[in-house]
């Protein structure tokens, strides 16, 4: 089989990364509402086309694979239109505002029969795939429940961005950082149909929360205790996951995150203070390449890929379950 | 005024703690239903008698303040007694298993003018004192939540001690290392009368929960999100304490749960990374003489304590409203 | 006054920071072998040309501070050429490949009433601005020795730069990263009359050394004990100073060499675990922008820089000497 | 064959570490110049005898094996009279306060056919065994060379102790936690035959030093370069060892010296940030009865014990030369 040829839908930050780990495939459409963004990124790639018209690159005869990295409200509407086109699509988390919006482009994945992989790249975090090996060797034990930790310092202006505009993003710091760990609860401990959640805005003058506190449960009743904010101050990202036998945790996502590292305290038989190894990965960033090498892989056999349109789905209504619960966001004023 | 003569019931390791601890106070009478904790413990203090009778103690002519550091069971018994016998206490947390037992106490305190103290020592730790204090310089503007994370590892037969039996306990983990979150919480950021909370029992083969999760709210929204464990399998105490202007955190608690710290995260106009600044405490935890101390004083003035039996009551409530809200502890069993 | 306007000799990555850093000063005119890369430089400076004649800009009439960063072989001719002008110099670390190529320079400089500083940013980093603060107010009492090592992990080609090639560089990681810790021991304890030194080549293809280790003394007999290597596997700094109170600890320079911290160990009466209280500095290096503030006020008032021609040339002598002690570079060759 | 029979002389802090990690063998005497603290001793093992004269113990006939763990001018005494008595000696180090004192012990040794293990039991912490089995695999390549810090913070009345009389340690710093770097050093690179070294009394007042710094060469050329500190005000010891592939790094000792950790920074083919792992060691210092068993298996089969007279005499030549080399102990007063 030749390179797939991928074309991209959204050319800002996450669109050039894409661009920029695209392993065996070859990109030769690009497209966004700032054209000369798309300029920019197919100048990188040779006999790339550029243009503002995203439709023209989700359904043009010559891409085999779209990559849709736009504001969450225009990615379920991009995802549709590659995939009734037939292409494969790789839709970037949340992949919609609501999970709704996701199930036509289900329906017709599955009717055309294309891959449609959501891009919850943090599962592909070097530290993550450490840990996912250790748990195939059985290293912990029967997992028990996890503790996670994510949120970021905020900026100049945030409140200013399109993020902050639900009509736009569908939510604030629980449907932007707070889904990522949602989805990696659900990858390692399985559905979470018991959800309690709260959804606060403390600091930004913005219609959208900058804060979510989940307490998620499993049918066997394993809890996931999450946070996620948007006035952390310090970049901060922390899971901490418990089995019978051993707690693995990993900090950091690299760079202003911090070096990223797993940790993995085993219990020894007389109890006391655990034997302790970490790994730490300085290097740089590849879970964008290894994300998609996988989805790659997805294609060509034919499989579902691992993050896949059900998990935004189960991701988005548990969002929008803490949303419902929560009411008016501002604390003090209801 | 002469030393206070100061009687101990319950000669265990808090009560030997407290022994040691007494500063400007004076140790007279102690007991034990093991006589001899009680004599061993007596032997360190020169003319100090011992028995098995606690109520001797509590009500002895020549005890001006009681210690109460017997199982949570007894604790309000105690207290009680040496209340209407006239005498100070210093009751050790929580006071008691449920809130309603400390009611007649702080009705009997209030008749008799006496002085009752309940032993939440963690507010008295270098790191706590220190971070009251930039929090009353100001350093980090209006509070908006704070994180908490307290835990151990277990020990080989914790399920065959004495927490671990609900009638002489009143709960597991929530009860015993979690009320120190609730009443830090509420330290920091006031009432909390807003509860969400799960209890459970992950590992250990007991009765009462081994981890208990929290969503605390004041009244203002300011939001506690709390999570003690005694499967924690690393010995861990973090509070994070985030302001409009700064963060504050507090990490160890010295010992077995590593070297205390308190770290300042300051933000800059410009956002981006806070300027930091750590404080480490490697010096022996003095939080139970710092206590002893301050009581001595509320005493000597006749002032409220600044951890008394309302905090106990409020902190009892928030236990009692968990365990409604959780049913059933073992997670898989409903 | 008018600010002052600058000519840079050197184009590559420091000329390019320091064009960045000006602070009050304008960049009017800049020169570098590689003129391309003059220009790319000049287009940052609305108004300032660019060419390959080094001596044209250091002797240009309209210019009035000349900062030399090109490679060491060129720095003193450059230095010489702008003091002869009647510029001052900002002329970077080491100045010279050896203590005698800056006599004339010293000499040209008291003879036309200029100012000359040497580039030891080191000493401008936040970490040790605070350090010298701590100093100043008496926090360490008499000094003691110290202790520091700086490295780096090494890069593939490392050994074809011009740092490679003894003849442009003067010799190898002893004369590029050591020279700083010379320079910081000698500003913190003062002048290093006795030297032990002892340079090696352990593992780079190369004839300069990759690794230093010296024992300095001053006469007062404190001792400064240093190590630089070209093989550190991973990028470190760290500089330990004892004081009779208390130890001062520098470790990290911002980027790949870690977050910058200064950490206070202060002894207590009783000895035992220090007293300890650390300070992060994660925000951007401004060595370079508070080190040319520093020159614009020394230049204003007439006054000799803190690190001038003399600290340069008392470095390069210590420098020399280890190279005269060490013979052979090669271990085991000898 | 039964349990080897163990005699003690010497039952201070060492002597009482040895008697509770005597593994496979028996306490049946004890000596001490203090005969109380001798009985203490030999109270916690059933049948063990007391008394205050060592050269009893070190020639019983019911004695087989001598642990010698007095002051050091006593050492080399006791172990020749165990020697020549037939027994085996763990003689702790540096087994003597000046290497010629240990020849005759082995040239008895050599002739009455027993083993001699000298106590440098560092090489048995569990992160030095684990370094060590991963220099076995390979995975640093040729080693280039170490570097090492290790010192405590002093504590009050240090100067009073028997450590500060020359006549009775043979030194101070130097020979007390400085011999463990020199015997790590050898144990890493080999001989070192190539001595420059300083020792300076900086801060107590006493005859002997408070500070070591030692660059010492293999014949090969790698070099260990060394600090040891009584002036080091927080508990530390780290040694770096640095290969052609990789860097190993050990840091603690447990206890007050902070968690013992083993950290590997493996050098990735494209150079950069190494791949990290780092393991920790929480649990209790097992390295005396790790020591013991493998001295009694040295003991079993024959064999020359891997720390042993040669070694403990290598290192003092180190000591003595380094003294010799560095002429008055007081900085400035020479």
Redesign the interface.
């Given at each position: 089989m030749s390179a797939p040829r991928v074309g991209i839908v959204g050319c800002g930050l996450i669109g050039q990364k894409r661009a920029a780990a695209l392993g065996g495939a070859r990109l030769v459409a690009c497209a966004d509402v700032d054209e000369g963004r798309a300029r920019a990124l197919a100048a990188r790639a040779p006999g790339c086309r550029a243009g503002a018209d995203w439709r023209a690159v989700a359904t043009a005869p010559d891409v085999d694979l779209v990559v849709a990295a736009t504001p969450h409200d225009l990615l379920p509407a991009v995802a549709l239109a590659a995939v009734e086109a037939g292409k494969h699509v790789l839709v970037e988390k949340p992949a919609a505002r609501v999970a709704a919006e996701l199930e036509p482009v289900a329906e017709a994945a599955a009717r055309r029969g294309v891959r449609v992989r959501v891009g919850f790249n943090h599962r592909y975090h070097r530290a993550f795939r450490r840990l996912r090996a250790l748990l195939d060797e059985g290293v912990a034990g029967p997992l028990?429940?996890l503790?996670a930790?994510y949120g970021h310092?905020?900026?100049?202006g945030y409140e200013q961005e399109w993020r902050a505009d639900a009509r736009i993003s569908g939510g604030g710091e629980l449907i932007d950082q707070g889904v990522h760990l949602i989805d990696l609860s659900r990858w390692l401990l399985g559905d979470l149909p018991h959800v309690?959640g709260?959804a606060?805005t403390?600091?930004w003058d913005m219609q959208v929360d900058d804060?979510a506190?989940l307490?998620l449960?499993t049918?066997?009743?394993?809890?996931a205790?999450l946070?996620a904010?948007a006035?952390?101050?310090?970049?901060t990202f922390s899971l901490e996951l418990?089995g019978?036998d051993?707690?693995l945790q990993v900090d950091g996502l690299g760079g202003?995150y911090g070096t990223e590292r797993l940790t993995l305290?085993k219990?020894?038989p007389?109890?006391?203070?655990?034997?302790?190894?970490?790994?730490?990965?300085?290097?740089a960033d590849d879970s964008w390449a290894a994300e998609m090498a996988e989805f790659l892989e997805d294609v060509r056999l034919g499989r579902p890929p691992s993050a896949g349109l059900a998990d935004a789905i189960a991701a988005l209504r548990v969002v929008e379950e803490v949303y419902r619960q929560s009411g008016p966001l501002?604390?003090?004023?209801?």
């Open positions: 028990l429940f503790r930790r310092g905020g900026r100049v309690q709260l606060r403390f600091f804060n506190f307490t449960r049918a066997a009743g394993q809890v205790f946070h904010s006035t952390e101050w310090k970049n418990y019978r051993a707690k202003s305290y219990m020894l007389e109890m006391g203070p655990p034997e302790t190894t970490a790994w730490e990965f300085p290097m501002r604390p003090g004023r209801r």
